[in-house]
């Protein structure tokens, strides 16, 4: 891969980015694709922002993405995909999110309103980019809402060069026993096809 692809991921600490990005980047790795990555997990432990970048691309020498410099978005929950179409995503890029809400602490004290998909929709239509609304709220747990983003990514190849066989074996390599085969599960449930959402 000689242009740089970059990945911003957004969401809120518990929900399991940590999970997501370190399969991202292992499974990038296992297709043989050249990747580095950077946490910031600011007030994780208190449900806040969490946000992880991979870089991939033979010319790429900083994990850093710059203002609207990302392919991919991913987005955890509504509000931090939201951020993240603002902030990151460039234009002719893609926003896929899962539809859960973790509420900021301003919508939870009444000084912000919670994020509708219309808005997602009216920022992607204006960057010109795609999205995938990601169902996951029939998850029981939130921490394994991850599976249903990587699911999505594999079934529609959004990133270039890695699929479903990378991402299996990125869980592999990453998990053991019954959390592996739950996360499996979930991985190629979601893999089977995922329709676009707003955008």
């Known amino acids: 891969m000689t242009n740089p692809f970059n990945i911003h991921m957004t969401g809120v600490g518990g929900q399991g980015i940590g999970l997501l990005s370190q399969t991202l980047l292992r499974a990038v790795d296992c297709a043989g694709i050249r990747a580095i990555a950077v946490d910031t997990h600011g007030l994780a432990q208190r449900g806040g922002?969490?946000?992880?970048?991979?870089r991939m691309g033979e010319?790429?020498?900083?994990p850093?993405?710059?203002?609207?410099?990302?392919?991919?978005v991913?987005?955890?929950?509504?509000?931090?995909?939201?951020?993240?179409?603002h902030t990151a995503l460039k234009k002719?890029?893609?926003?896929?999110?899962l539809n859960v809400a973790w509420?900021?602490?301003?919508v939870r004290l009444g000084q912000a309103d919670s994020v509708a998909e219309t808005q997602i929709k009216t920022v992607c239509e204006e960057m010109d980019a795609r999205a995938f609304c990601v169902d996951a709220e029939t998850i029981d747990d939130p921490r394994m809402q991850n599976m249903a983003l990587i699911g999505?990514?594999?079934a529609n190849k959004l990133i270039p060069g890695v699929d479903m066989n990378h991402y299996r074996q990125a869980l592999k390599d990453l998990l053991a026993g019954p959390v592996l085969d739950k996360n499996l599960a979930l991985l190629?449930?979601?893999?089977?096809?995922a329709a676009p959402g707003p955008g």
């Open 92 to 97: 002719n890029g893609i926003l896929c999110y």
């Open 49 to 54: 922002m969490v946000v992880s970048r991979i």
């Open 103 to 106: 509420q900021p602490l301003a």
């Open 74 to 85: 991913l987005g955890m929950e509504i509000h931090e995909a939201l951020r993240g179409a």
């Open 64 to 72: 850093l993405i710059m203002a609207h410099g990302a392919d991919l």
């Open 59 to 62: 010319n790429v020498f900083s």
């Open 152 to 154: 999505t990514i594999a």
């Open 188 to 193: 190629e449930s979601y893999g089977k096809g």
